[in-house]
């Protein structure tokens, strides 16, 4: 993915064989130089978890912990994006996702399509050189899962599901061999931009059952991947310097505290700020994230939603779930504290909340309030009225002034 949160085309190399990297320890190798493997494992922070062991539908799998202390133990041979045992044990399992059945044969795939699954236990003493896959195979591995995204074949979350797991595999595998070095950073960077992303796009899935199951999940691993990025932005921090868009992924952090019970990683932001780079915690992102903060936490609705328009498409992506919750709370204080004689424009409500008028409308009525329209044919909200309440069942996508430069991104 690029700079301006767009994914990257690349084109996969899952049938070309890779060449394994000998791996001894060694405190004086570059941890600048992208294309070496490094041996330095990023420190294990005792507030926040690197590794992933949450339960993915009734699973539960752990990926080794990244541990400083531990010399790398493993470098991967796998040439192909799925080892060829578990490639063949799966198609006689006819356990192949639709992505990997060759001519949509379910019992049938090919290196250029079966990807490597998640493990639901697995440790470096257990597993063989030939079935984890080196830094090149993993990373077109991951292009080519990322890729998958732009598909109209399927639905989002029949893609997303695959992604999820798959790209669980590759953290999998980065982890056992303790790989630390820009590629990689670069590498954990798409993953998150996969699940913040996802974390929007999710919530458009209302016709399925799992959406809240996977809207759940996709959260949960989202929180994981950013810890694990963090952990690696520490082990491969310059005293001067920060890596590319390191400033944006910390703040996402931080927008993710949006919200009354929002407590992502268990670790409280005031923490959280002391293991943060001053270059970092003064930056435009950070600044942004907040300011934003600040102003959901006092109810300043005003300013939270006008500020939302500073927002890069990857924040407002987190930011865009708490949006109504915001409105709710400014159209209740227009309820409670209007005249009653003199009804509140929808026009000028409408600029306020930063929605259409006809949305606003709705909205006002998804809320319990009645509106009317006056002589000249001017909508209106009649302020004071007893039955304003917050919808059980939650609110509709309703629009967003200047969505239109996110949607082009989305």
């Known amino acids: 993915m690029d700079t301006s949160g767009r994914f990257q085309r690349r084109n996969p190399r899952p049938d070309s064989s890779s060449s394994s990297s000998s791996s001894s320890s060694s405190s004086n190798r570059s941890r600048s130089t992208p294309a070496k493997w490094s041996s330095l494992a990023p420190p294990t922070r005792k507030s926040g978890p690197n590794s992933d062991d949450a339960t993915r539908h009734g699973r539960t799998g752990k ?124 590498m954990y960077q798409e993953m998150v931009k996969f699940h913040v992303i996802s974390h929007y796009k999710l919530r458009s899935c209302s016709s399925s059952t799992d959406a809240s199951s996977l809207h759940y999940l996709n959260m949960e691993q989202l929180t994981k991947t950013l810890a694990s990025l963090f952990n690696l932005y520490d082990a491969n921090q310059s005293s001067h310097t920060a890596c590319g868009n390191e400033a944006e992924f910390r703040s996402f952090y931080v927008l993710l505290h949006l919200g009354s019970n929002s407590q992502p990683m268990g670790e409280s932001l005031s923490l959280w700020f002391r293991h943060v780079p001053s270059l970092i915690i003064h930056s435009k992102e950070m600044c942004f994230a907040r300011e934003l903060l600040r102003f959901f936490r006092i109810g300043n609705y005003k300013r939270f939603l006008y500020a939302i328009a500073e927002a890069s498409y990857l924040q407002y992506c987190i930011i865009e779930p708490f949006i109504n919750e915001v409105r709710v709370l400014a159209l209740s204080c227009i309820n409670n504290g209007g005249y009653k004689l003199h009804p509140y424009p929808l026009a000028h409500l409408a600029k306020l909340l930063m929605m259409e008028v006809s949305d606003l409308e709705s909205f006002c009525n998804a809320c319990g309030l009645e509106t009317c329209t006056d002589e000249q044919g001017n909508k209106l909200l009649p302020t004071k009225q007893t039955n304003f309440s917050r919808p059980k069942g939650g609110f509709q996508r309703f629009s967003f002034r200047g969505f239109k430069r996110f949607e082009r991104e989305l």
């Open 63 to 186: 990926e080794e912990p990244i541990d400083l202390s531990d010399p790398p133990a493993i470098v991967g041979t796998c040439p192909f994006m799925c080892p060829e045992g578990e490639r063949a044990q799966r198609e006689r399992l006819r356990d192949l996702a639709v992505f990997e059945r060759l001519h949509g044969n379910p019992a049938l795939s090919s290196p250029s399509l079966a990807v490597k699954k998640f493990c639901r236990t697995i440790t470096t003493k257990q597993v063989h050189t030939s079935d984890i896959r080196p830094l090149p195979v993993l990373a077109d591995t991951l292009a080519y899962l990322l890729n998958l995204l732009d598909s109209a074949e399927h639905p989002f979350e029949v893609i997303h599901d695959f992604v999820f797991d798959r790209t669980r595999s590759i953290r999998q595998d980065l982890s056992m061999q303790n790989v630390v070095n820009d590629q990689v950073i670069h």
